[in-house]
Each structure stands twice: as structure tokens, then as C-alpha cells.
């Protein structure tokens, strides 16, 4: 039997595999300790073989969630730049806001210390490190409290030398030690530094975390992996040494799922989209194969989807790449002092949560919304009744409920559009030839509304749309991630990359390459072929710059850091197909759509295989409600997948 | 159909031919610098949405559409569907001649609508120095080319004979030219969007745009509604040669608007950091803009709450052909600083003191194996102490916002070695509320190099308020590698040799209040 297991902020969802059907169920949340509610969904089993696990402990620590303080470090850089960290890029997060402040200082001045030392921007030693000045900088961190040490000089990422030495000499008196070269092989020191910070701050806790829950797993017999974001699933010892690939862990879970059912259904082209109760996030998924970032910045704010530099940390590690708005179920409704309709930031959380989950909330959400307009079943998942009237109340707040409602949802759709936008945009791609592939609570309520705003004429639901994250995680493979930069011989250094993690007995190596014409200052990450020969990188680069960018240019081209995915193919679950006969009795009610409709109730669990129905239409099920507008078709396919088309 | 759904839509369309933009663009500095800006206008040339990613470029569309419009007007040049105007001409487009300026118009059933309109700073645009930022201009024509208003593109086809005469006047015409194609991207996306808008909706996007325009006039009236009325006056300097050219500026604060007089500013200078009245403008209405709030919309609405007056013939509105490379970096700078100081006046628990005030650029080149090579870097400061809140050290204020580069990437590419770059502890004024401390950045040179240096408050630091005492000012230097030091004015231009060191210090903001002890 294999569980998988997504701690979110409120719910842990367990979804449950042993062979032939899929279950799942969820328990609330324990934040100061996941662990916790872990433990217990486990305990309600037997014969568990192997726990798959994304936790946002990770995230979660670093925006100082209480309980869960990162511990102090200590911070050991080349000698003059010991502020690379404080200064950032030197930009300010918010043009127009003179109270803005820089994201906490995860290591105050007075933890950060100089190493005289240098290294070359061609890989000299300039200045040879003095292990007893590192001895003695270590002692005066120890005496002022420091639990971890970070670790980050000038170009280690070319010759790492003076880095290992000052390393070895930490790792005697620190347990937890991050080395720059180890979790970032590659230039530009403000991000390098800030990723090794990121991950000396979490070695403690995430370490202790996976300590305790693997204690538990060991104990009844079982394996445990971890969800990493950049969509595979790695062991315990990888994370517990690199614990900055489990931030945003949660949200790559849903992209994989995608990413298979698209492969199964044959969708060359895909866009996930995951609407949930904060936010709404849109990955792309070409090829079957989610479009991976080589950076991302926790805990940064979004500016129309993207994170926007300076706002958060800074980590260097692949990730899927997803676009998020702040539209979810609990993104709250509101008039501004101009008198404008307004769709978020802010959200009700999930206590009190919106008006209608009659839990005292009175503020009008985009659940609301969907409640006036008939959109809701009487009892949502997690046995909540549903409170009509509260819904009308709050929203008549904002002037007629029915017309505000309408265009909330459809206020809330155009936000969606644009973080679909600028994942297909921005890569030289048009979202009318993509089909969308809809999950998370609230992502069916939203699905074919938003494709029509986009052109897209095919939307895909999975089964158990609400619980298809952590699905996500059955159906991973095995990814353990090497890098390095500049590695003058190319097919050398892949060959170096893939020995280093020969141990993990992958099943294949992928290789992929961070390449940019000479001068300039960002990076494509193409794929490399075997042997990897620089005419075939420089092909697949300038195919995919003139895709993104619309041109080529006559310039030599330079492979500023190469990567090696070894990769372990699991088995994956078959989703069981719907029952081949059975005849549906729709209930009905009234349904807006631009005007009221007496539109038909479908229970998701009686349409059988091949059957197709007509919107206007609602199709219900414990964890979501699918709504199919008029003009669209909705089919039941293979798997239990119910298919939308216009 | 509610007019906030049109007024999002064009929102959102406008920053999506910012992202085309972007994406196509050549050089680093659009698309890592962010240093561009698209709006979408009514037909009267009235702003509805603007996506934009750096200050000065704020208020200087509304002058430079403006004057744009007028100007083909003028010459009775007409834009025809695919057709686009091309501006550089700075007292036209508003800013300096490295911002190219391209207008096309949204053709709908047989009439003009409204336009697309972009600018993107382009890295050189020709002239005796690499950059076009000339410290030793005297005039605009020793800066770069200028491109007086033109129909650049005739049925989406840039001209040909046009495109030959800029590109052959510019260091980098591959660079120049791919910038261009991503400026034409982001409007054809830009103009195509907002027809299929027109498609759908109709006549009613047009009545939108106008709500949209009313809405942000009404919430900006109701955040000034909670300022003071009457006059405040403040002067601030921009340091030239030996001696300080001031900048005056009266602000009247009245039910409907706010006036910012600059009457009494210092005079015209022969060099470059004369300001154009677009870039006055967006400085002047970039402090109105902060002291607001931040839910205020770009467009007409909030402009048109803020009037702009500034004698001909003075530093902040020049008489052609006056050199303005300068303007948009350091003194729109000062221009900010001192309508600060004079709202300070009108809400002094509600402005910070003042920061560093000076982008403090560094031009340096030279050739180094066989090939001349170029760096331009901007440093941050630290900003002002604030109301209840210690500045910020480290960062760029007021009318900037891009990037520094790595230092690794700059060891890689050009033979500068760094020795230090950190805060400059105790920089930042004292006060109740400290000011920010600035940056300490300095190299040793691998090779002969010329170094041109453009800051300011090198002086007199940035002023602290309420008791609280100014910043340190800014300060450069070379250590030669006989040991030799030289001292550096905010304005300098040496020659650096293997073995010399260069160091630059810049001004930590204003304290706060009186400080404690």
C-alpha cells in the first residue's frame, strides 16, 4: 500500500493506493508540529509499504510562522562582501511605497563574518583561505548563538577550494553547514549566497521534521520519500542536505498528476491550473514535461502573476514553473473607496472562511459568488452546509447580489486568465491551442469559464479534482538534481554529473543545459542530447530563443551551468475507469449564467463511461462542483476524467 | 457590461504588451532593467492604463503623448491602420534621447480610438560616448541622434530608408535594431488585444475607459482629501562645479488638485542635467503619487490632479537644444527631493527624510584584448529615515529602481577586480528613526580604462527632518598603486590604471526626528 500525504495550511490530505482503487481522506492541519496529523492519518492504516510526502514546513518557517522559527545562522563570505546578502539587487520592492521594508534579514550583520580569502573570475586562488582564521570566526559565531552556518566566497562556483576548506573546518564545530558550491554550483553571488543561506536555515527544522516522521515510518515497516518542487520525489537524506528543494513541494505535486493524465490522454499540450482557497496557480506542460524554473523567490510577493524580485529569498534550485494570482474560493469581494468592484488580495482564510460557510464569516468571497449564483451544492466537502442566505447577505453589501456576484466570478476568471497568459506568452505560445486541465476545490467551478476567456475550447477535470495534488505524488518518479558551471568540456562534465549520482541506480539521466548568448544576462534551459556536443546545444537554444523571443542573433553561444536529473521510473497507479452502465437522475435548480436557468444537478459518481450531457449543467462530487456553461458538452471519459468541450 | 471588467482587461492588456515587450527585446537593460513602459490612450490621447516598471517613465508619457500628438498634428502626418509614430526627440517624448518613443493607433470602424504607446531605453543611440551619456555634452547633439516625430512604421512595415539612417548612427545597430522589432511586438499585441476588447464589447469600452479615468480622478481626490490645503515652499540643490544650483519649487494643495510651481530654479546649464518638462513632471508628481497611496490607478484620472508649472530657460524646463542625458538620472533626483521637503512642510508625520538622492552613475571602458568594451552601474543609497521607521540601507530611491549587476558577471566579462562591496555603516543620518546607510562599491582595475563618474550630494548630505541630522554625504576616491590618493568630485572623469583601486561611497538618508542621548 502507498500513501501519499500533502500538508496544506488547513487540510492533510491523504490519498491512499494499494493496487487497484484510490481513496483518500483529510485531517485538519497540526502547523506547529505536521508531524502530528501525519501520524495520525497513518495510524488509521495497515500494511503500508511507502509514504510519499510535500510539506510547506519549509516555506512555512521562513515567513516566521510561529513555532517554527528558523534557528540562527551564521554567515561566512569572502572578506568585503559580507552585506552581498543585505543589498540584494539593490531594488526596492514597491515603486510607490516609501514604508516599504527589505525581507527580514535571515542573518543580522552581526552573524555575518569575513574570510580573507579570493578566487578569480578564472578559477585562481588569489588569496589561499587560512583554516585558523575560519577556525577562530567559527568560535565567535558558536559563542553568539549560531545553530547553522552558511557559507558562500566569490566564483566558488568555478573552483570550490577555498569554500571546502573553510567547510571542512565549520562542519567540526557545526552540525548543520551549507556550502554555496553544494547547493548552488553557479554565478551571480547575491542568489547563490541567499540559497545557501535559505538552506542552513532549514536544516535544522526540516531535519528535525523528517527525523520524527521517519522515526515513526521506520517503525511500522515503511519507506518514506519526499516531494521535491522541482516534481520528483527524493529520500530523506537528499532532503534533510538540501532541504531548500522542498519549498513549494505542495504545488508541484498537482503539476505532475497533470502532467500524466495529459500523457495518458494524449494532450500535447496542457496548461494546469489549480484554484484553491488563496490563490490560483498555471503551469504549462509541454511534451507531457512541466516547464521547470531555475529560480524562485520564497515568500515574494506577485505582480500580475510574477514574483517580483526583491521580495522575498531568493533560492536557486529547479522548480515547476507556475504563475500565481491571489484568486481562490476565500479571495475576498470588495468596493473600494473610488467605488470600484475589487477580486483580492486579501482572502478570509480558512477561519472564519467565506459568509456561507456559516462559520460567523460576513465578508463576501469568491465562494460567495458562486453560492449566489446556484453554483454550490447544499453540502460542500467537508460536511460544511451551505448558508445561502449568509451568501446573499454578504454580498448585498456590495450593491445587488446576483449582478455583483456575476461579476466577481467573472472579475476573478480575467485574473486567472492572466497568470495562464503569462506562462503561454511569455514562452512565445498561444493559450487557445492548450487544453486546461482544472483541479483544486474551486479550479472546476472556474474551468470552462476561464478557458472561453482564453480561447481554450478543450477543459479536462480529473477524478477527485479537490485531493489531486497529493494524487500527484503517486504518480512521480525519482529526481535527484546535480549541477555545475562552466564545465569546459561538455560532455566531461555531464559524465562527471551523472557518476556523482550514480548511486541512486536511476533508471535514466536527463541532461539539460543553462545556455544565453555571450553577453547576456539570463539564461534558456535547453535540453542536451548524448554525447552532448555544443552544435546541438547551440541548435536546440536558438530554436527555443526564437520561440520565446521571436529572433536569433549572429553571436557565439555560452553554457554558463549544466544539470543532471537522475531519474527513477515508478510504477504509477491506473486511475479505474467509471462503470460502463448506469442511468443518472439529475436533480435541478436554478443556475445563472448571464440570467437564471433551470439547469440540471449531476451526481459525478452515477455517470457512467461514455456518457455525455449538455451544459447548462452542474456536475457534483465530494470535493468540487464542476460547472458546465451553456454552449459547452461535458463527456465522461476513460479513467473517470470528464472532458469539457465547446 | 461594468466598466471595471473593460478597465482590468486593459489593464492587464497593456502589461501583456510590457511582458511582448520584454520578452523580444535585446538588450539587458529592457529585459532585466525593466527599463521601458507601454499605456494605453483614449483618443484624445488620454492615459486609461499604464504598465510601468520605473518611475521617471510615470508622468512623462502624459507630457510626451501629448506633445506627440500635437507635433504630428503640426506636420499633418496621419496614422493609418498598422501605421506607428517614432519619437526620441526628448523635448517631444519627455525624457532623454536613449528613450525611444512608439505610438500606434487602435483603428475601429473607420476612426482612431485610441493608441498604444511605448518607450524603451535604448543602450546607445549614438554620439561621441558609448551610452549616449554624455558628461560632457553641452548640447542634446553631443549626446546622440534625434529623431524628430516620424511615421516609422507605414502597414506594419518599418520604413526602410528611416530604419537605414538610425542604424547607421548607433554603436549597436543589431542591438538597436532587435529593441525597435520588440517596441513594434508590444504594440501590434497591444493594438490587436484591444480590437478583440472592441469586438466583444463594443462601443462600451470607449464609455469604460472613461469611468476608468473618472474612478481614478475620484480616488485620488479622496486621498488628497485628507492633506492640508495652502501653499508650502522648499528648495533642495544639485551640486555643479564649484558651486549648488538650486531647485524651488511652490506646492499648493487645493480641493481640486495639487499645483507645483518651479519657479525660481536655477537657470539653464551647458552640460548635461538640465531636465526636460516630462521628466519634471514625473518627478514632481512621483512624491503626490507615493504620499496618495498605493490603491491610486496610473492613468489621467490621477494626473489630471496634478499641475506642473516650470519656467522656460531653467534646469527643470530647458530651451532646446540644452544636453538632458543627465536629467532623468540625477537631477529628476532632486526635483523629487524637494517637492518631499515641501509636502514635508504640509505632513511631517507622514514624510520620511530625504535619501540618497543620486543614482550615482559609473561609465567606465576601454579595450582590453583587442576589444573596447563598456560597463555603466548605477549605486543605491540608503533611503530617509521615516515616521516610526528606521530608513532602508542599500537600495535606489525616488525616480530608479533597476538592478545592480553581479559582481561576478562583471569579473567575467571586464577586467575590474572588487575588493569591497557592503554597507557603509553609519552613513545613514542619526534620529529618532535613523536614516538608511548607503553602499561602499570598489574595484581595482585589471587594465588601463577610463572611469566617468556622474553623482551628486558629494557636498551636503541628504537632509534629515523633524531634528533629525542629515546623512553622510557621498564621496569617491582613487588609491593609485603607488599608494597615491585621489580625491574625486560627484562629477569626475579619470583615467584608471592596472593596480588602481576605485572607491565610491554613497549618501546615507536623512534621520527622523531628534535623536535619543
Known amino acids: 500500500m502507498r500513501v501519499a500525504v500533502d500538508v496544506g495550511g488547513t487540510f492533510t490530505d491523504f490519498v491512499v ?55 540562527p545562522v551564521a554567515l561566512f563570505t569572502t572578506e568585503g562582501f559580507r552585506d552581498v546578502i543585505e543589498i540584494g539587487r539593490q531594488n526596492r520592492p514597491r515603486l510607490y511605497d516609501l514604508y516599504f521594508e527589505k525581507p527580514r534579514q535571515l542573518v543580522p550583520r552581526d552573524m555575518r563574518f569575513e574570510v580573507r580569502e579570493r578566487v578569480g573570475p578564472d578559477g585562481t586562488v588569489i588569496l589561499p583561505v587560512d583554516e585558523g582564521q575560519v577556525e577562530a570566526l567559527a568560535e565567535a559565531a558558536a559563542g553568539r548563538g549560531a545553530a547553522a552556518a552558511a557559507l558562500s566566497f566569490l566564483h566558488s562556483y568555478l573552483n570550490p577550494t577555498n569554500e571546502a576548506i573553510a567547510a571542512a573546518v565549520l562542519r567540526r564545530r557545526f552540525e548543520y553547514v551549507s556550502a554555496s558550491h553544494e547547493v548552488s554550483p553557479e554565478p551571480r553571488e547575491y542568489e547563490r549566497t541567499s540559497t545557501a543561506v535559505v538552506n542552513a536555515a532549514l536544516m535544522p527544522i526540516v531535519g528535525r521534521y523528517l527525523r520524527s516522521l521517519s522515526g515513526y515510518v521506520e517503525g511500522i515497516g515503511a519507506r518514506l520519500y519526499v516531494m521535491s518542487s522541482s516534481g ?80 522575498g529569498y531568493p533560492v536557486r534550485f529547479p522548480f515547476i514553473d507556475l504563475a500565481e494570482v491571489s484568486a481562490g474560493g476565500g479571495t475576498i469581494v470588495w468596493r473600494d473607496r473610488g467605488g470600484a468592484l475589487r477580486v483580492g488580495p486579501t482572502s478570509a482564510g480558512a477561519d472564519p472562511g467565506p459568509a456561507c460557510y456559516g462559520r460567523g464569516g460576513s465578508v463576501p468571497t469568491i465562494t460567495d459568488a458562486n453560492a449566489v449564483l446556484g453554483r454550490l451544492p447544499p453540502v460542500l466537502g467537508g460536511g460544511i452546509t451551505l448558508d445561502l442566505d449568509a451568501a446573499w447577505r454578504a454580498m448585498s453589501g456590495l450593491g445587488d447580489p446576483v449582478d455583483v456576484a456575476w461579476d466577481a466570478v467573472r472579475l476573478a476568471n480575467m485574473e486567472m486568465a492572466r497568470a495562464v497568459r503569462l506562462v503561454t506568452v ?70 562527471r554529473l551523472e557518476e556523482s549520482l550514480a548511486w541512486a541506480d536511476p533508471t535514466y539521466y536527463v541532461r539539460l543545459a543553462d545556455v544565453r548568448y555571450v553577453g547576456q544576462g539570463w539564461e534558456l534551459m535547453v535540453p542536451v542530447g548524448r554525447p552532448a556536443s555544443l552544435d546541438s546545444v547551440r541548435e536546440r537554444f536558438e530554436e527555443r530563443h526564437q520561440a520565446a523571443y521571436g529572433f536569433r542573433m549572429d553571436r557565439p553561444v555560452e553554457v554558463v551551468t549544466i544539470r543532471v ?52 449543467a452542474i456536475v457534483e462530487e465530494a470535493s468540487s462542483t464542476v460547472v458546465v456553461p451553456p454552449g459547452w458538452r461535458a463527456t465522461v471519459k476513460n479513467m473517470g476524467v470528464l472532458e469539457l468541450t465547446r | 457590461m461594468r466598466w471595471e471588467l473593460v478597465y482590468r482587461a486593459t489593464v492587464y492588456i497593456a502589461e501583456e504588451a510590457g511582458a511582448a515587450l520584454r520578452r523580444s527585446a535585446l538588450s539587458p537593460n529592457i529585459r532585466e532593467r525593466m527599463d521601458h513602459s507601454v499605456a494605453v490612450l483614449d483618443a484624445e490621447g488620454r492615459i486609461v492604463a499604464q504598465a510601468e516598471h520605473i518611475p521617471v517613465h510615470l508622468g512623462s508619457f502624459r507630457v510626451g503623448v501629448g506633445r506627440l500628438l500635437e507635433a504630428l498634428e503640426r506636420e499633418g502626418i496621419e496614422l493609418g491602420p498598422g501605421d506607428a509614430a517614432l519619437v526620441n526627440d526628448p523635448y517631444i517624448a519627455g525624457t532623454h534621447l536613449n528613450d525611444v518613443m512608439l505610438l500606434s493607433p487602435i483603428h475601429w470602424r473607420g476612426r482612431i480610438v485610441g493608441y498604444v504607446v511605448n518607450k524603451a531605453h535604448h543602450v546607445d543611440v549614438g554620439g561621441p560616448v558609448p551610452g549616449s551619456i554624455n558628461p560632457w555634452a553641452r548640447t542634446m547633439h553631443e549626446e546622440g541622434v534625434v529623431m524628430p516625430p516620424l511615421k516609422a512604421v507605414e502597414g506594419g512595415q518599418v520604413r526602410r530608408d528611416l530604419l537605414a539612417v538610425w542604424l547607421a548612427n548607433v554603436r549597436d545597430p543589431a542591438t538597436a535594431l532587435g529593441d525597435l522589432n520588440a517596441q513594434l511586438a508590444a504594440n501590434v499585441v497591444g493594438t490587436r488585444r ?91 508628481a512621483f512624491p ?45 533626483q532632486r526635483i523629487a527631493d524637494a517637492v518631499f521637503r515641501a509636502l514635508a512642510a504640509a505632513m511631517p508625520e507622514r514624510v520620511p527624510a530625504a535619501g540618497s538622492g543620486t543614482m550615482a552613475n559609473i561609465m567606465i571602458g576601454g579595450v582590453w584584448r583587442d ?70 562599491r570598489s574595484f581595482k582595475a585589471l587594465a588601463p580604462m577610463r572611469l566617468a563618474l556622474l553623482a551628486d550630494r558629494f557636498k551636503v548630505g541628504p537632509w534629515g527632518l523633524m531634528g533629525g541630522e542629515p546623512g553622510s554625504p557621498g564621496r569617491a576616491y582613487v588609491v593609485r598603486a603607488s599608494g597615491e590618493r585621489v580625491e574625486l568630485a560627484g562629477k569626475a572623469v579619470l583615467d584608471l590604471y592596472p593596480g588602481d583601486e576605485f572607491v565610491l561611497e554613497t549618501p546615507g538618508g536623512g534621520g527622523w526626528g531628534v535623536p535619543h542621548g
Open chain 1, 17 to 71: 493506493y494499494d493496487g487497484g482503487k484510490v481513496e483518500t481522506y483529510k485531517l485538519l492541519s497540526t502547523p506547529r508540529q505536521p508531524e502530528v496529523a501525519v501520524i495520525e492519518g497513518l495510524r488509521r492504516l495497515r500494511g503500508v509499504r511507502e509514504i510519499l510526502h510535500a510539506s510547506t514546513i519549509g516555506t512555512n518557517a521562513l515567513l516566521g510562522q510561529v513555532g517554527l522559527e528558523p534557528p
Open chain 2, 288 to 332: 503626490v503619487r507615493c504620499l496618495l497611496g498605493s490603491d491610486v490607478p496610473t492613468n489621467e484620472g490621477f494626473y489630471s490632479v496634478v499641475q506642473v508649472a516650470a519656467p522656460e530657460g531653467t534646469i527643470v524646463n530647458p530651451r532646446r537644444p540644452a544636453a538632458v542625458s543627465g536629467g532623468n538620472l540625477e537631477t529628476s
Open chain 1, 426 to 495: 511569455e514562452r512565445g505560445l498561444d493559450p487557445a491551442d492548450f487544453a486546461l486541465i482544472a483541479f483544486g476545490g474551486a479550479g472546476p467551478q472556474h474551468a470552462a469559464e476561464l478557458a472561453e476567456e482564453l480561447g481554450i475550447s478543450r477543459v479536462v477535470v480529473p477524478p477527485g479534482p479537490g485531493v489531486f495534488t497529493a494524487l500527484g505524488m503517486l504518480m512521480a518518479d525519482m529526481k535527484f538534481e546535480a549541477r555545475m558551471s562552466y564545465p569546459g568540456d561538455l560532455e566531461g562534465g555531464f559524465k
Open chain 2, 371 to 440: 576589444s573596447s568594451w563598456s560597463y555603466y552601474e548605477t549605486v543605491g543609497g540608503g533611503t530617509g529615515g521615516r515616521p516610526g521607521k528606521d530608513g532602508v540601507s542599500g537600495v535606489h530611491v525616488n525616480m530608479t529602481n533597476t538592478m545592480n549587476t553581479p559582481i561576478e558577471v562583471v569579473e567575467l566579462a571586464y577586467p575590474l577586480l572588487f575588493t569591497r562591496y557592503m554597507v557603509r555603516e553609519g552613513s545613514g543620518g542619526r534620529g529618532r528613526w535613523r536614516g538608511g546607510d548607503g553602499i561602499i
Open chain 1, 232 to 311: 520528483g520525489l527524493i529520500t530523506v537524506d537528499e532532503a534533510a542536505r538540501r532541504p531548500v528543494q522542498l519549498v513549494e513541494s505542495g504545488p508541484a505535486g498537482g503539476v505532475v498528476a497533470a502532467a500524466e493524465l495529459a500523457r495518458a490522454l494524449s494532450i500535447t499540450r496542457a496548461v494546469s491550473f489549480d484554484m484553491g482557497g488563496t490563490t490560483a496557480k498555471a503551469g504549462t506542460i509541454v511534451g507531457y514535461e512541466p516547464s521547470i524554473t531555475a529560480e524562485y523567490e520564497v515568500g515574494g510577493e506577485a505582480h500580475y502573476g510574477r514574483l517580483v524580485k526583491g521580495t
Open chain 1, 565 to 616: 536529473f537522475a531519474v527513477s521510473v515508478r510504477e504509477r497507479p491506473r486511475l479505474p475507469d467509471p462503470p460502463a452502465e448506469g442511468e443518472p437522475r439529475p436533480g435541478r435548480r436554478k443556475v445563472y449564467f448571464g440570467e437564471w436557468i433551470e439547469t440540471p444537478v449531476y451526481r459525478r459518481d452515477e455517470l457512467p463511461l461514455g456518457y455525455a450531457l449538455r451544459g447548462p
Open chain 2, 194 to 284: 484591444i480590437a478583440e476588447l472592441l469586438e466583444r464589447y463594443g462601443e462600451e469600452v470607449l464609455e469604460a475607459w472613461d469611468s476608468a479615468i473618472d474612478y481614478g480622478r475620484r480616488l485620488s481626490l479622496l486621498a488628497l482629501a485628507g492633506w492640508p490645503r495652502g501653499t508650502f515652499e522648499a528648495e533642495d540643490h544639485l551640486e555643479w562645479g564649484e558651486g549648488l544650483l538650486p531647485i524651488r519649487v511652490k506646492v499648493s494643495v487645493r480641493d481640486d488638485g495639487v499645483t507645483l510651481d518651479f519657479a525660481g530654479s536655477a537657470h539653464q546649464v551647458e552640460g548635461p542635467l538640465n531636465a526636460v518638462f516630462g521628466v519634471t513632471y514625473s518627478a514632481a
